[in-house]
């Protein structure tokens, strides 16, 4: 078989994003997809080979400090999304304060558990149920913490914790706080007045283009307060035309900063937001149809819906033989439903016509 043909016959079986509602990914922008290819065979690994893909990595970084009021000592790094940013921190945070103990959220993504087991790392999870309180972080923390996690956009129910009060605390106590703002980032500065940057005392914060961003995948960036903490994961790079790296991969796709800075640039402040709301106008109007129908959900803050089911496995099942692929929480007995900017108004109107048939 010619290697076109089979390669298009291997898409064919990937889900369209026409049914995809359980995932915080979506179609990048079309600006971004061209920057990519312009982009293609750039290596961020060996960065002096490539000084103008360099520029636009440390530019992409830079708005995005901007963009999450980092102070003038901030340090970036663009990284693969979330997950290698959530380690990153953990590294950093592991190095300087040289404890073993993170308070996480009950409801953190399971990156927090890769970043425990590879740093050997204890998690100790703040009893809160929904999103992490102030009081529980208090009840909890203690002189063995090496860093508190806090999220900006729970990954189940897209909840925000109370991220400046925490930040507070961690302060008083001197423990780093790192805000995992992976999902949230690129659409709570435009739906909430909650502060969760670095107006607030936090010590780091990742936030994914490649998410809410409408960037390419892979494309996250970790943000830290302090540039000389970077110093903890420098290692000298042998046989690469460049001196030194710090983070987790050696080649990097250059690809993915100059998808994600074409994007930020193209739409700006005011570009995001516009598909900010219109998410959360979707989002509302799916509240609406799922009232209508007395489907039970839980409140929404940002564009995700959690609807409560005792069968969510065997609902998401069903729904996935109509070609309807949602998120499933057993353990919080829901089904995600993540109204990224591909989830238009008639998409949602067929899904929850299907929905009524097997909920
Ligand atoms: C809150 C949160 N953090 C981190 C991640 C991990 O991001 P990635 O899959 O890009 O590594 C996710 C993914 O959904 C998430 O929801």
């Known amino acids: 078989m010619d290697i076109i043909k089979e390669l ?5 079986m990937d889900a369209s ?4 509602l359980g995932s915080m990914c979506t179609m ?3 600006i971004a997809i061209k920057a990519y290819e312009m982009f293609i065979e750039t290596n961020l690994g060996d960065y002096e080979l490539f000084k103008g893909t360099k520029w636009i990595e440390d530019k992409a970084i830079k708005w995005v400090a901007k963009f999450m009021h980092a102070p003038p000592s901030y340090a970036g790094l663009l990284t693969s999304g979330g997950t290698e940013s959530n380690i990153t921190a953990l590294w950093i945070f592991k190095k300087l304060g040289k404890k073993r103990e993170v308070l996480v959220p009950k409801q953190a993504h399971f990156s927090f558990m890769k970043a425990s087991s590879i740093l050997d790392l204890k998690l100790n999870v703040v009893d809160s149920k929904y999103f992490m309180k102030g009081k529980d972080v208090r009840k909890k923390i203690s002189g063995k913490t090496a860093c508190v996690v806090a999220i900006a956009g729970n990954t189940p129910f ?10 507070e605390i961690c302060n008083d106590e001197n423990v780093f706080l790192h805000v995992d703002a992976a999902f949230g980032g690129f659409i709570a500065p435009f739906v909430s007045k909650k502060i969760f940057d670095f107006r607030a005392k936090i010590s780091s ?7 809410m961003g409408m960037a390419c995948i892979p494309c996250g960036f970790l943000l830290l307060r302090n540039k000389e903490w970077i110093e903890e994961i ?3 790079s042998r046989c690469t035309h460049t001196k030194f790296q710090a983070g987790l991969l050696g080649t990097r796709p250059g690809a993915s900063a100059a998808s994600a800075y074409a994007v930020m640039n193209y739409l700006g402040y005011k570009g995001y937001e516009k598909i900010a709301k219109e998410c959360m106008e979707n989002t509302e109007y799916l509240a609406i149809l799922l009232d209508k129908n007395g489907i039970d959900y839980f409140d929404y803050e940002l564009n995700l819906i959690a609807i409560r089911s005792n069968k969510a496995v065997d609902v998401a099942k069903k729904l996935a033989d109509m070609k309807w692929f949602v998120g499933i929480d057993e353990e919080n007995k829901i089904i995600r439903i993540v109204l990224m900017p591909h989830v238009r108004k008639d998409i949602i109107d067929k899904f929850v016509t299907d929905l009524r048939k097997v909920i």
């Open 8 to 12: 298009e016959e291997a898409k064919k």
């Open 17 to 20: 994003f026409e049914n995809i």
């Open 28 to 30: 990048p922008h079309k």
């Open 158 to 167: 897209g909840y925000i914790d109370e991220i400046e009060e925490i930040a």
């Open 205 to 211: 914060l990742c936030i994914d283009a490649h998410k």
């Open 234 to 236: 420098k290692v000298k």
